[in-house]
């Protein structure tokens, strides 16, 4: 086996972008993600890399863009307020189909909110935080591992859809520490970027840009990243199943919100009742088909999140017309983390 | 199986690395572990505490409600936390800096460890921290001595590496409590 070190998840985040390739990393300081820079400024200086700390995250995001621009993996990070000041380079981003890893380890709000963990910026990461009407890849990590392994994910996605994704993770699964097995970069057919420009020499032209004003050239734009949106949902969704055959009560949530309903499950379970966890590990493309295919048999749902319901909208426009949808939530802030006999209580009353 | 431990004390106390060593062992042991630390702004004497739950499936919560075992520290952690721990469960407290008067809980086994005089008696007031963990590992069978003799080269930086037969004594010392205890 593989020798498992053990580190924190804003940590494996690191590690991931460094075996994925990254060499270009712009952000500015917030809390709970500091651990990133901190770490990638300490190790792309041997590496070759370029480590800028900006003097903002409206700087930052369009750094990314203009990396982006050039044909290399490049990425920032951030935390809630910093994330909403990055949305119209990420519009600028997703219009100018540029590839670019942005994660959010997020806080509560609104507003400067507090640090603690937060699902609140749901709705913002998977409906388009920006203007314009387009989507990024969202994954949501609920361990360690998966901050290394999603994060890896998202480097190669970008590439393939030429677009934008986002780590959405939060205080929990950014502070925690796990055993982790550092995995190898996959081997993964990339298309070669004949896009980005290079300084045109004898070439030809390349133009990096989200600016259309022909007659009918913005439309077919538009078709064109609606597609791609289509082709991620066919091709990229991507979830966790527990105890979900026998399931009298599906029990939904993501991130480390599902690792607390995890453990009420477990407990549920062991007092006989059949319980059940489909965990969204890919928030857009957000997994319809396994909601619709779970919820064929299993009638009773109930979502659980740390915000005051956001992801269930998406579960109610997935399940079986005939399922029951029920919500549980907290607004996220100091000491609203639930915990496993909460959930274990929420679920009694739900079954 | 699956153990979840609470430790609370000040910052300074070392909750945080005793919470780090039963993780590394755990690791060493093959077991599956996740550790939470949670603590106020202060560099020293603000609130350290942490969740370790180890298990050799699925880990599932990084946080618990009711621990089923507690390591109390100082003062404050008992009356802020003490009511926590869940019904049938255990609750190994410094009697040292703590103390249990007004603690009425019937339902718990409260382990009673003079973990500062136990220290000093070693000669290091700072290994309170493993004097805890050697009670915890002797209580629980989470993870056994051996493991954790291993973990220390991976929990204390290289430049503390000298000290870690004396941390070994310490976990020793809090093992060999915990025995007379029981026995």
Request: proline share 5%; net charge negative.
């Amino acid at each position: 086996m593989t020798k498992r070190l053990f580190v924190k998840g804003n940590e494996a985040v690191a590690m991931a972008a460094i075996e994925a390739g990254c060499r270009y990393y712009f952000g500015y300081p917030i809390t709970p993600q500091s651990d990133i820079p901190e770490y990638l400024s300490r190790e792309f200086p041997r590496l070759n890399g370029e480590f800028i700390q900006a003097e903002s995250e409206v700087a930052s995001i369009n750094m990314l863009l203009g990396a982006s621009a050039t044909g290399v993996r490049a990425m920032t990070s951030s935390s809630s307020p910093g994330i909403s000041l990055k949305q119209e380079g990420i519009s600028y981003m997703a219009g100018s189909e540029l590839p670019g890893v942005i994660v959010n380890v997020s806080r509560s709000g609104p507003g400067l909110g507090g640090i603690d963990a937060s699902q609140s910026d749901y709705f913002q990461a998977v409906k388009g935080g920006g203007h314009g009407g387009y989507h990024i890849v969202v994954l949501a990590p609920a361990s360690v591992q998966e901050m290394y392994d999603l994060t890896m994910l998202a480097f190669d996605l970008v590439d393939i859809y030429r677009m934008p994704a986002m780590v959405l993770a939060d205080s929990v699964v950014g502070q925690m520490k796990e055993p982790l097995v550092p995995n190898s970069r996959p081997a993964t057919d990339l298309p070669a970027k004949e896009w980005a420009v290079r300084g045109k020499g004898d070439g030809e032209q390349r133009v990096v840009k989200s600016l259309f004003l022909g007659d009918g050239e913005l439309e077919a734009h538009n078709w064109k990243l609606h597609r791609k949106y289509q082709d991620l949902k066919s091709h990229e969704c991507r979830w966790e199943a527990f105890h979900t055959d026998d399931a009298d009560l599906l029990v939904s949530a993501f991130g480390s919100t599902a690792r607390i309903a995890k453990t009420a499950i477990m407990m549920a379970r062991e007092e006989g009742l059949k319980v059940g966890l489909l965990r969204p590990i890919t928030l857009y493309p957000f997994p319809e088909r396994a909601f619709a295919d779970v919820t064929a048999r299993t009638k009773k749902v109930l979502v659980v999140e740390l915000n005051t319901g956001q992801m269930v909208e998406d579960v109610r426009l997935s399940v079986a017309r005939d399922a029951e949808v029920g919500f549980y939530g907290r607004p996220p802030g100091a000491g609203s983390l639930p915990t496993p006999e909460e959930l274990l209580e929420q679920i009694k009353k739900n079954y | 199986m699956r153990y979840d431990l609470f430790i609370a004390g000040f910052g300074g106390q070392g909750a945080l690395l005793a919470g780090n060593l039963l993780s590394y062992a755990a690791i060493i042991e093959g077991k599956n572990v996740s550790f939470f630390p949670s603590y106020g702004v202060e560099k020293r004497g603000g609130a350290a505490m942490c969740t370790v739950v180890i298990a050799d499936g699925d880990v599932g919560s990084p946080v618990i409600g009711n621990p089923s075992v507690m390591i109390v520290l100082n003062q404050t952690s008992l009356d802020k936390f003490g009511a926590k721990v869940k019904p049938g469960g255990v609750c190994i407290v410094n009697t040292s800096l703590v103390n249990l008067d007004a603690f009425e809980r019937s339902d718990i086994e409260i382990i009673r460890v003079p973990m500062n005089e136990i220290a000093m008696e070693l000669g290091d007031a700072r290994m309170v921290n493993m004097v805890a963990v050697g009670v915890y590992a002797a209580k629980t069978g989470a993870v056994n001595p051996a493991a954790l003799e291993e973990a220390l080269k991976s929990a204390l930086p290289e430049r503390n590496h000298k000290f870690i037969p004396a941390n070994m004594k310490a976990i020793i010392a809090g093992t060999e409590f915990a025995a007379s205890k029981s026995s």
